[in-house]
C-alpha cells in the first residue's frame, strides 16, 4: 500500500509540474484563479472532499501539528515580466497534518513588500479539476485562509499562491525576491522533508541563459542547494533550517567583488602545499644537480653509508684524550656507572636512526648535523664521567 501510494503522489507531482498547474502564465496551463489585491471574495466550493461534512466538535485550531512537507517556489525573470520590471511569483503549499485532531483554521505564508495581484486557489490531488479560488485575507504581508487539514492524509491539498513582485526601478542588473518562511507567532512552520514527495523546499527559476543564482539566508550568508538540476533551473533544499531565503538572480555568472575575495585563500594555499613540498623538492634539486656533475644516485648513498658507518666507529672506539677537551654540562653529575652505560647505549641508537632517516631524505642537511653533533657531544661528556669515575 504505501507503494502504491509513493507511485501515485510522485506521478502527480511530475504530471503537475509538466502541464502547468504550476508553471508560468503563458506555459500552457491555465488557471481558474482570479486577481485579488486585499481579500478574495469568491465563495469557497463546497463539494471538494465534502468539506461541509467536517465535524467541527472532533477538530482544532492549534497549528501547533502543521508542518510543511513541499514548498515549491517558482520565479520568473524572463524577458517578458523583466521589460515590466517584475518577477512573477507562484508558490505551491503542501500542508500535512501530524496530530491527533483534525485541523480547521487559518493556513498562513508570507509574501514581499509591494506584492501585487495576489491570488490564492486550492487543487485536489489526483482529480485533475485544476485551481479553484478560495477567499483570503492579507493584513500587510500575511496572507491567510481558512481550511481543513485532516489528521495523516495521505492525499492533502494543494495551495497555489500567485503574484508579482515589483523591482526597485534603475537598480543593477540582479534581481532580487526574498522570502520568510518563519514568521514568529504568524508563519512558524516546521519544513520536514517526505521521501514520497521529495525535498521540503523546492526553488525553480526562469531566468535568461547565462545568468547566475545565488542563495542566502536570513543572516546575509550565502547557502547551496541539496540538489542541483542546473538545466531545469531547479534547487532543492531537504529540510531547510533557515527562516529566510534570498534569491539574486545576477547578469554576471560571477561578480567581480566575489571571485576576489577567493584570491587571499588561494595564495594561502598554495604557500602551504609549498612549505610541505620544501623537502622533497630540495632534495630533487640535489639530485638533478648531481647527475649534471656526472654523478649517480647509487654513488651518494654509497657514500652516505660509507659516512654514517664512519661516524659510528668514530663513537665506538673514541680515545680518552678527544672526552679530556669536553666540557661538562652538568645534566650528567650524580648518574651511577650502569645509568651512564644505558644513556650512551641509547644515543648511538638514535645516532643509528638519525643516519638512516638522513639516507632516506627525510632529514635536511642542517637538521642532520645539528641533530649528529649535540648526540656526539653528550656521548663524550658521559665517556669523560665514566673515565673520572674509573
Not at 479539476?129 to 500575511?142: C, R
Not at 541563459?209 to 540538489?227: H, I, L, P, W, Y
Not at 661538562?328 to 648511538?348: A, F, R
Request: glycine residues 6%; without cysteine.
Amino acid at each position: 500500500m504505501k507503494n502504491i501510494t509513493k507511485i501515485i503522489i510522485s506521478t502527480f507531482l511530475v504530471i503537475l509540474l509538466a502541464n502547468g498547474a504550476l508553471g508560468f502564465p503563458g506555459m500552457g496551463g491555465n488557471s481558474n484563479a482570479t486577481n485579488s489585491s486585499t481579500t478574495n471574495t469568491t465563495d469557497i466550493p463546497q463539494d471538494t472532499q465534502n468539506i461541509s461534512q467536517i465535524d467541527l466538535t472532533n477538530t482544532t485550531e492549534s497549528d501547533q501539528d502543521i508542518i510543511m512537507v513541499q514548498h515549491l517556489i517558482e520565479v520568473d525573470d524572463s524577458a517578458r515580466l523583466k521589460a515590466e520590471n517584475k518577477l512573477f511569483i507562484r508558490e505551491t503549499l503542501i500542508f500535512r497534518n501530524i496530530g491527533t485532531k483534525d485541523f480547521y483554521g487559518d493556513l498562513r505564508t508570507w509574501v514581499p513588500d509591494g506584492s501585487e495581484d495576489v491570488i490564492v486557489a486550492r487543487s485536489e490531488m489526483m482529480t485533475g479539476g485544476g485551481n479553484v479560488p478560495i477567499d483570503f485575507s492579507q493584513n500587510e504581508n500575511i496572507v491567510s485562509w481558512k481550511d481543513y487539514v485532516e489528521q495523516n492524509s495521505s492525499l492533502p491539498f494543494l495551495y497555489v499562491l500567485e503574484y508579482t513582485v515589483q523591482q526597485k526601478a534603475g537598480a543593477s542588473s540582479s534581481e532580487i525576491y526574498s522570502k520568510k518562511l518563519a514568521v514568529p507567532a504568524l508563519t512558524s512552520y516546521r519544513y520536514v522533508e517526505n521521501p514520497n514527495i521529495g525535498a521540503a523546499l523546492v526553488v525553480k527559476i526562469t531566468k535568461p541563459e547565462g545568468n547566475a543564482v545565488q542563495f542566502t539566508d536570513e543572516n546575509g550568508d550565502k547557502m547551496a542547494a541539496t540538489d542541483v538540476d542546473e538545466k531545469a533551473g531547479i534547487f532543492r533544499f531537504s529540510s531547510p533550517e533557515f527562516k529566510e531565503i534570498n534569491v539574486e538572480i545576477s547578469s554576471s555568472p560571477l561578480p567581480a567583488s566575489a571571485s576576489q575575495s577567493y584570491v587571499p585563500y588561494i595564495v594561502i594555499g598554495i604557500l602551504i602545499i609549498l612549505a610541505l613540498l620544501y623537502p622533497y623538492i630540495k632534495k630533487k634539486l640535489k639530485s638533478e644537480d648531481g647527475k649534471g656533475k656526472g654523478k649517480v644516485t647509487s654513488e651518494n648513498s654509497e657514500k652516505n653509508r660509507t659516512k654514517a658507518t664512519k661516524i659510528n666507529k668514530r663513537e665506538e672506539i673514541e680515545k680518552p684524550s678527544e672526552a679530556h677537551s669536553v666540557v661538562s654540562s652538568g645534566k650528567y653529575d650524580g648518574k651511577k656507572v650502569n645509568e651512564l652505560l644505558d644513556i650512551k647505549k641509547q644515543l648511538l641508537s638514535s645516532i643509528k636512526d638519525l643516519e638512516q632517516k638522513y639516507e632516506s631524505g627525510d632529514l635536511l642537511d642542517e637538521d642532520y648535523e645539528d641533530r649528529r653533533r649535540s648526540y656526539q657531544d653528550d656521548i663524550k661528556e658521559i665517556e669523560e664521567k665514566l673515565r673520572q669515575m674509573g
